[in-house]
Nanobody, 116 residues
């Protein structure tokens, strides 16, 4: 059974930082593209950042220079380091994994709220 378990969300003031983690199990982690998506109230879910099996990364324009995605194959975990957060970053953040057969799996989500 595939499980993507996110952690690290919470309430932070504008300009602050958070680090999200996603621990994967039951998935061929080393062969899977991993990513973070987010969904704000009343908006569609959107890609935040993606990391390929080779470590290449892509970012949504609004987070470039502020967020960093990384993966640790030894721990089957991906991370999202978020710096200089602003209220527009408030959303539920979801971990995403896509295996070589293009089967997609989602985590349950973790809330990030940026507010003073």
């Amino acid at each position: 059974q595939v499980q993507l378990l996110e952690s690290g969300g919470g309430l932070v003031q504008p300009g602050g930082s958070l680090r999200l983690s996603c621990a994967a199990s039951g998935i061929s982690f080393k062969l899977s593209v991993m990513a973070w998506y987010r969904q704000a109230p009343g908006k569609q879910r959107e890609l935040v950042a993606e990391v390929t099996t080779g470590g290449s990364t892509i970012y949504q324009d609004s987070v470039k220079g502020r967020f960093t995605i990384s993966r640790d194959g030894a721990k089957n975990t991906i991370y999202l380091q978020m710096n200089n957060l602003n209220p527009e970053d408030t959303a539920v953040y979801y971990c995403y994994g896509r295996n070589p057969l293009n089967y997609v799996h989602w985590g349950q989500g973790t809330q990030v709220t940026v507010s003073s």
